[in-house]
C-alpha cells in the first residue's frame, strides 16, 4: 500500500513568491492534516480536514496561507506571498476517522527554503 | 493539552536496550498515550500506543506507570536505524491533532 505521498520534497524560493505543496493521502482516509516543522522543533499543525471540509485551522496564518481539499481526497497548501519566516519542513499526514484511537500516517514533507 | 517531558537527547550502545522515559503528571483518564519517532529527513512514524496496560508490538513496548503519570517506550535491542527524535504525545480522541514536544534525541553508537 502506498504512504502519503508529497510533492515537491525541496523548493527554493525567493521572498515574495508564491509557492504549493501537495499532498496525496492514504486510500480511504478521510483525515489529511498540514504540519510545519521548523528546525530543531517538533511539527505544528496548520490545518485539518475531515473529507473535504476545514475543520481546524486556527493556526493557519490566513493573510497569506491557504488551502484547500477538492473531494476529499489530495489536497493543496499555498503560500502568496512566501516570508524568509516560512522556510520549514511542511508536512501532510492522514488517518482514517472512527471512535477510537488510531494512528496518523505522514509523508516524507517539504523542505522550503526562502531567500 | 496535557503536557509531557521528556529528556532531551540519550544515547546508546547498539544491540543494548534502551529505556526512553515520558512524563505526564496532569494526564486525564480518557488520554491515550502515543509514541512517534523522526528520523533523518522523514516525516515522523507511529510507534505505539496505550491506555492502562503494558503493550507490545513488532518495533517496542510500551510500560505505563500504575497512576499513568508516567511512561516508558523500551527498544529491546537498539539499532543504528533507531536513532531518532522520539516524541511522547497523549491524545484523548481519535482525530484530534498531535501536540508534538521537542521530543527525545536518540543517538546509537556502534
Known amino acids: 500500500e502506498a504512504g502519503v505521498v508529497q510533492s515537491p520534497r525541496y523548493k527554493i524560493i525567493e521572498k515574495k513568491q508564491p509557492v504549493a505543496f501537495w499532498c496525496n493521502p492514504i486510500?480511504?482516509?478521510?483525515?489529511l492534516y498540514w504540519y510545519r516543522q521548523n528546525l530543531g522543533q517538533g511539527p505544528e499543525l496548520l490545518i485539518r480536514?475531515?473529507?473535504?471540509?476545514?475543520?481546524?485551522d486556527s493556526q493557519l496564518p490566513k493573510d497569506r496561507f491557504s488551502a484547500e481539499r477538492l473531494k476529499g481526497v489530495d489536497s493543496t497548501l499555498k503560500i502568496q506571498p512566501a516570508e524568509l519566516g516560512d522556510s520549514a519542513v511542511y508536512l501532510c499526514?492522514?488517518?482514517?476517522?472512527?471512535?477510537?484511537?488510531?494512528?496518523?500516517?505522514f509523508g516524507p514533507g517539504t523542505r522550503l527554503t526562502v531567500l | 493539552d496535557a503536557k509531557t517531558t521528556q529528556p532531551n537527547s540519550m544515547e546508546s550502545n547498539e544491540e543494548e536496550p534502551v529505556h526512553l522515559p515520558c512524563n505526564h503528571s496532569?494526564?486525564?483518564?480518557?488520554?491515550?498515550i502515543h509514541w512517534y519517532r523522526q528520523l533523518p529527513s522523514q516525516g515522523p512514524e507511529y510507534v505505539i500506543h496505550?491506555?492502562?496496560s503494558n503493550v507490545n508490538n513488532r518495533m517496542a513496548s510500551l510500560a505505563i506507570a500504575e497512576d499513568r503519570k508516567s511512561s516508558t517506550l523500551i527498544l529491546h535491542r537498539a539499532t543504528l536505524r533507531d536513532a531518532a527524535v522520539y516524541y511522547c504525545?497523549?491524545?484523548?480522541?481519535?482525530?484530534?491533532?498531535?501536540?508534538f514536544g521537542k521530543g527525545t534525541r536518540l543517538s546509537v553508537i556502534a
Open positions: 486510500s480511504g482516509h478521510n483525515t
Open positions: 496505550g491506555l492502562t
Open positions: 496532569t494526564i486525564s483518564g480518557t488520554d491515550y
Open positions: 499526514a492522514s488517518s482514517f476517522t472512527t471512535v477510537r484511537v488510531f494512528s496518523q500516517f
Open positions: 480536514y475531515e473529507n473535504e471540509e476545514a475543520v481546524d
Open positions: 504525545i497523549l491524545l484523548n480522541s481519535g482525530n484530534t491533532p498531535l501536540v
